[in-house]
């Protein structure tokens, strides 16, 4: 089946600190997508990530594209309030009409 | 920028009711999809269109549903007659098809569909 997981389910974190969300999938990676979003809202995009071990940053956050563990990693550093939300992945593994998998998100809250 | 746009933002219907989602995709993309997210749930694929045909479909797209492209901007999804269990976002997206290049998917903002 065409899977792609993320870890954590949520999370946790005191602010100031940083953190790692990570999606993996079962097939090869072409492209990867992260994505915020409020509960019930849009999605609002962050990064995408092309195939070759690309690694992007934006602000605080960090995104890396691992190849050979068909996984991506998102790091906040120093979180903040405002990262607070659900992260979502999704990825294009190669279907031929380029649509996208995802992954089930991670719920970040930031604790004051 | 060029963006994908999406209207209504949001649309209250009762159940058993058509509607039709719209969607203004990115002026020189090929192709053309919807998603749908169930409040609290994954994105989901539900179609995929090029060459002015459905491409590719989840089973989540069913006899209710319908696409068209009616004026080579416009890119709709028609639900026929509407339950409870539609109501989600739905989410448009448009890819193009440059040639060595990789071709990004565009998202539109959603449309929150509240069945009644």
């Known amino acids: 089946s065409q899977e792609l997981e993320q870890s954590p389910q949520s999370l946790i974190v005191q602010e100031g600190k940083n953190l790692t969300i990570n999606c993996t999938s079962s097939?090869?990676?072409?492209?990867l997508y992260w994505y915020k979003q409020k509960y019930g809202e849009g999605l609002i995009f962050l990064m995408m990530?092309?195939?070759g071990g690309e690694e992007k940053s934006h602000e605080k956050i960090t995104a890396k594209l691992d190849e050979k563990k068909q996984q991506s990693s998102l790091h906040i550093t120093a979180s903040q309030p405002s990262h607070a939300g659900i992260y979502l992945c999704?990825?294009?593994?190669?279907?031929?009409?380029?649509?996208?998998?995802w992954g089930a998100g991670t719920k970040l809250i930031i604790k004051p | 920028e060029p963006e994908v746009t999406q209207t209504p933002s949001h649309q209250v219907t009762q159940m058993g009711q058509e509607v039709i989602l719209r969607c203004v995709p990115i002026?020189?993309?090929?192709?053309f999809y919807w998603y749908r997210q169930i409040l609290g749930q994954k994105v989901e694929f539900l179609v995929s269109?090029?060459?002015?045909?459905?491409?590719?479909k989840s089973e989540i797209f069913d006899d209710q549903f319908s696409v068209e492209r009616p004026d080579g901007s416009n890119f709709t999804l028609k639900i026929r007659s509407t339950k409870l269990e539609d109501s989600a976002m739905y989410f448009c997206?448009?890819?193009?098809?440059?040639?060595?290049?990789?071709?990004?998917?565009?998202f539109g903002p959603g449309t929150r569909l509240t069945v009644l």
């Open positions: 269109f090029y060459n002015n045909e459905i491409s590719e």
């Open positions: 002026s020189n993309h090929l192709y």
């Open positions: 097939k090869t990676l072409y492209g």
């Open positions: 990530l092309q195939k």
């Open positions: 997206a448009s890819v193009g098809e440059a040639v060595g290049v990789y071709n990004e998917q565009f």
């Open positions: 999704g990825a294009d593994i190669g279907n031929s009409n380029y649509q996208l998998i």
